[in-house]
């Protein structure tokens, strides 16, 4: 009965593939560069992660556990991927508020 509540496996290959698209876009050692070319690439991963979160919203309705176990799940990633905690708490942070607000939308 509760199986599919605590089935993760779809905000985990998000988080995945968020983590994908941040490593070949700004890796970690570029993350404070300021320049316009780490600017522009910041702009297309924000449209990027953007349509991957409405994806995810729109092929499967995730529950309080599975919105709060992929904030987990993305900040275990990025540390992985050897990002800061100082950058991957707030980063973490922003796509789960952006998943859980494409999510909270009329489909």
């Not at 275990?76 to 999510?103: I, M, N, R």
């Amino acid at each position: 009965m509760f199986g599919k509540f605590f089935d993760t496996s779809t905000t985990d290959a998000f988080a995945k593939q968020v983590v994908a698209d941040l490593s070949r876009s700004i890796p970690p050692d570029r993350v404070d560069d300021m320049s316009k070319q780490t600017e522009k690439r910041r702009t297309q991963l924000d449209a990027l992660i953007r349509r991957h979160a409405e994806g995810l919203a729109a092929s499967s309705r995730l529950n309080v556990y599975q919105k709060a176990k992929l904030g987990t799940m993305l900040q275990e990633h990025l540390t992985a991927a050897g990002y800061s905690e100082a950058f991957s708490k707030p980063f973490a942070y922003d796509v789960v508020k952006l998943v859980a607000v494409a999510s909270s939308q009329p489909r």
